[in-house]
């Protein structure tokens, strides 16, 4: 019987963050080789030229289902997030926190 490599967990990691940031109009800024950093922010609009961050995730949330937000314009997202890690990632329980933004 002859096996071929699927996608290993970081590349379906990649996809879905990208995939639910689509779905919620977020923009996704990918750090990091091996530790991947997450970012999703919102776009500015008129009134604040700049994107704001409003979510985090680190690679390691695949086993430990944390999925960070800094403003309730990521909360909907979060949440998605933590529903794909418990489903597709085998996360028991993810967790979505609120904290304060980053400086």
């Given at each position: 019987m002859v096996k071929t490599q699927g996608p290993n967990e970081y590349d379906r990691l990649d996809e879905m963050i990208q995939r639910l940031c689509g779905e919620h109009g977020l923009r996704l800024e990918v750090s990091g080789w091996t530790r991947?950093?997450?970012?999703?922010?919102?776009?500015?609009?008129?009134?604040?030229?700049?994107?704001?961050?409003?979510?985090?995730?680190?690679?390691?949330?695949?086993?430990?289902?944390?999925?960070?937000v800094f403003d309730d314009r990521g909360a909907a997202f979060a949440t998605d997030v933590g529903a794909a890690l418990e489903?597709?990632?085998?996360?028991?329980?993810?967790?979505?926190?609120r904290v304060p933004r980053p400086e």
């Amino acid at each position: 019987m002859v096996k071929t490599q699927g996608p290993n967990e970081y590349d379906r990691l990649d996809e879905m963050i990208q995939r639910l940031c689509g779905e919620h109009g977020l923009r996704l800024e990918v750090s990091g080789w091996t530790r991947k950093t997450y970012d999703v922010l919102v776009e500015g609009g008129s009134r604040t030229p700049r994107s704001e961050l409003v979510a985090r995730i680190e690679s390691f949330a695949t086993t430990s289902g944390e999925v960070r937000v800094f403003d309730d314009r990521g909360a909907a997202f979060a949440t998605d997030v933590g529903a794909a890690l418990e489903s597709d990632f085998g996360v028991a329980e993810a967790i979505v926190l609120r904290v304060p933004r980053p400086e």
